[in-house]
């Protein structure tokens, strides 16, 4: 059954330091869905489809309480996402 969700998401997380590495490992199967995160100043240091698997590291930006952002348009799979500290 399709679930078709459409939306956004906004949380903040800590991050001492001034990159993170972003593990993405998706299954979508329709819609499509993209992940941002900005930095403690609001500069985007990474924005990327979430269709896309792999290891991926942000651009350099100011450490602090960092945004991340996850957008989802008719959207329907598995969506998972990983931020840290390299």
Do not use: C, H
Request: aromatic share 6%; net charge negative.
């Amino acid at each position: 059954m399709a679930v078709d969700i459409t939306g956004k998401i906004t949380f903040r997380r800590q991050n001492t330091g001034t990159m993170a590495d972003v593990n993405q490992a998706t299954s979508p199967s329709g819609g499509s869905a993209t992940l941002t995160i900005r930095d403690a100043d609001g500069t985007q240091v990474y924005s990327r489809g979430l269709s896309d698997n792999g290891t991926f590291q942000t651009n350099t930006g100011s450490s602090g309480d960092w945004t991340i952002v996850i957008e989802l348009s008719g959207a329907d799979g598995t969506f998972n996402f990983r931020v840290q500290k390299p």
